[in-house]
């Protein structure tokens, strides 16, 4: 029976030091110390993808300095594992890594591209009136949190999708046009989805606005949007 209660002890603390260092990392995230950090609280999406815009931007600023051919990021180990930044603490953990993907490409191009480093006034822009969760609701997996999820992903992937189009065609920059939608109305169109994808695609639109000649942005059978670094 010693032997028992031990091995359950050591169980628990291995437990509880687990869940420590996954807040502790999530608690030392400049992100969520920052004035954006109630986007990022409301949307994994959106955190993902700020992590990923910085990888993105610092390895094709790299490429850009140093005169090197443009690499192919949807096929590196970053964009494959998208991301070893993630904690539990940051909420769901696919919608981080798909927002990891989508800004490591978006944060490459717009560096190889030689654009500014644009990520941080979009996500402030889309944080504006946007209430900071009590840290006991912080990166919430409740029902209203996750319809907001869902509404930002998808107005992110409906704005950049709109942004490329409108780029190649010369058109008038409108990232305020959306009107809310869902992909296959398999989702309720309700205040917390339509808050999320409107500031969704706003985001999205300029990513896809500015880099109109270097994306891949294609609408799925699902009616999902996938969003690629086009290869030369």
């Known amino acids: 029976m010693p032997g028992t209660f031990a091995w359950l002890n050591r169980a628990l603390l291995t437990l509880f030091l687990v869940l420590c260092s996954g807040w502790v990392l999530a608690e030392t995230c400049t992100h969520l110390k920052s004035e954006r950090a109630p986007l990022y609280q409301h949307?994994?999406?959106a955190h993902g993808?700020?992590?990923?815009?910085?990888?993105?931007?610092h390895i094709g600023n790299?490429?850009?300095?140093?005169?090197?051919?443009?690499?192919?990021?949807?096929?590196s180990d970053l964009y494959r594992q998208a991301a070893d930044e993630y904690h539990t603490g940051f909420?769901?953990?696919?919608?981080?890594?798909?927002?990891?993907?989508?800004?490591?490409v978006i944060g490459y191009t717009?560096?190889?591209?030689?654009?500014?480093?644009?990520?941080?006034?979009?996500?402030?822009i889309a944080s504006v009136r946007l209430d900071l969760a009590p840290a006991?609701?912080?990166?919430?997996?409740?029902?209203t949190g996750k319809q907001f999820e869902l509404g930002f992903m998808h107005g992110y992937r409906a704005g950049t999708l709109q942004g490329v189009g409108d780029g190649r065609n010369r058109a008038?920059?409108?990232?305020?046009?959306?009107?809310?939608?869902?992909?296959?109305?398999?989702v309720p169109l309700g205040e917390k989805y339509c808050g999320g994808y409107l500031r969704g695609f706003s985001f999205g639109y300029s990513d896809g606005y500015i880099n109109n000649d270097h994306l891949v942005v294609a609408p799925e059978d699902t009616g999902n949007v996938t969003v690629k670094a086009a290869r030369k």
């Open 43 to 45: 949307s994994a999406f």
């Open 110 to 124: 717009d560096a190889i591209s030689g654009h500014s480093f644009r990520a941080i006034d979009e996500a402030r």
């Open 62 to 75: 790299q490429d850009l300095q140093l005169a090197r051919n443009s690499r192919d990021i949807n096929r």
């Open 172 to 186: 008038t920059y409108q990232p305020a046009q959306a009107q809310c939608s869902a992909p296959g109305e398999k």
């Open 136 to 143: 006991a609701d912080a990166h919430r997996s409740r029902e």
């Open 91 to 104: 909420g769901a953990r696919e919608a981080f890594r798909a927002g990891y993907r989508d800004g490591l």
């Open 49 to 57: 993808y700020i992590h990923g815009y910085e990888q993105g931007f």
